[in-house]
């Protein structure tokens, strides 16, 4: 028998330490690769701490610990950027294969377990999550108590498979073979205004007559660039960009705008309805209104028969029949 180890088992408080000590530097180590993969996959310490829901100096400390530990340098640093070294993008390989099997392993365990629960990752854009998610989720807790849900919104892409995210909703087309899609509604956008604009200017009868109006348009955070608007002409789409007297970067500042009487501008129907239904707005151009890409729900193939996902997706589904609540509402507006 080894002789250190004999003499821990004859001093068990002693052993007893030294185990502590043995699977806390496990774990530190542990922590580390997870930081340091989640740092390399995105670039930078905030947007890895983001992810990991955890402060940036944790992640860096972890990371430093990590290469203090393997006695390498993982990242060459710059007061701009991160670049991974040699030994950084060996690492950082190798690690991705670790946490794709511990992720399959997890998910085997939860498809075991038959009743949802625990975490759901969610993550959608933001007017997505605040007007049609975000609402619905108490009820869904409801049914499921026993699951707690993380909903991230952003605008920017992410890789939610690199990220850990269970299911996402986007708006456009699938365009990742590793994740399964399921259409949720279409992304019906449309001109609005407020009664007292129109009696104050006139109700345009064309797309060219936006001309003669002040329009409020959106601006894209991610690009900067001003949103098209589309019109469905017979078999054509016509897209403008129209002068814009007033131009925000938030779709729900468009409407307020839009309330305010600030003239005609462009919004998905899901925002407008609840404007719709109280007399706030009108729609304008109507006949022209065009369905912009779809929602859509994805989640990753290894996470197919996950109990939690399968309930949500469902549920999304649930919550978007055909046609949706607020596509009633603006076909009767």
């Known amino acids: 028998m080894n002789l250190g180890l004999q003499a821990d088992l004859d001093n068990p408080a002693e052993f007893r330490f030294t185990r502590s000590m043995t699977e806390r530097m496990g774990i530190d180590r542990l922590t580390g690769i997870i930081a340091f993969a989640r740092v390399a996959s995105l670039g930078s310490y905030a947007s890895a701490a983001r992810s990991l829901s955890i402060s940036p100096s944790a992640v860096s400390k972890s990371v430093q610990r990590l290469e203090e530990h393997l006695g390498i340098t993982l990242f060459t640093r710059t007061t701009r950027s991160l670049t991974l070294t040699p030994e950084g993008r060996d690492l950082h390989e190798r690690a991705l294969r670790l946490l794709r099997e511990a992720e399959e392993m997890q998910q085997a365990a939860a498809v075991a377990r038959a009743e949802p629960a625990g975490l759901v990752k969610v993550t959608a854009p933001v ?86 109006h ?75 209104a065009f369905d912009r890409f779809d929602i859509i729900a994805f989640w990753p193939e290894s996470r197919r028969g996950n109990p939690n996902v399968k309930a949500f997706v469902s549920f999304l589904i649930e919550l978007c029949p055909s046609p949706s609540p607020w596509d009633k509402v603006f076909a009767d507006a």
């Not at 348009?217 to 608007?229: I, V």
């Open 127 to 212: 007017p997505v999550g605040v007007h049609l998610i975000a609402p619905a989720l108490p009820e869904f807790r409801r049914r499921f108590p026993k699951v707690t849900l993380d909903l991230r919104l952003s605008d920017q892409y992410v890789d939610i498979v690199e990220e850990g995210i269970d299911v996402a909703i986007r708006v456009g087309e699938p365009g990742d073979s590793r994740l399964i899609a399921r259409k949720l509604a279409p992304n019906r956008i449309c001109c609005f205004a407020s009664p007292q604009y129109l009696d104050r200017r006139g109700t345009p009868l064309r797309p060219e007559d936006l001309a003669q």
């Open 214 to 288: 002040d329009c409020v348009n959106f601006r894209y955070q991610s690009s900067g660039q001003s949103l098209r608007w589309p019109f469905r002409i017979g078999e054509r789409v016509l897209e403008i960009v129209p002068p814009a007297t007033i131009v925000v970067d938030s779709s729900d500042a468009v409407a307020a705008v839009l309330v305010a009487g600030g003239g005609i501008g462009m919004s998905p129907t899901y925002i407008a309805a609840p404007f719709l239904e109280r007399g706030e707005l009108v729609p304008v151009l109507k006949e022209f």
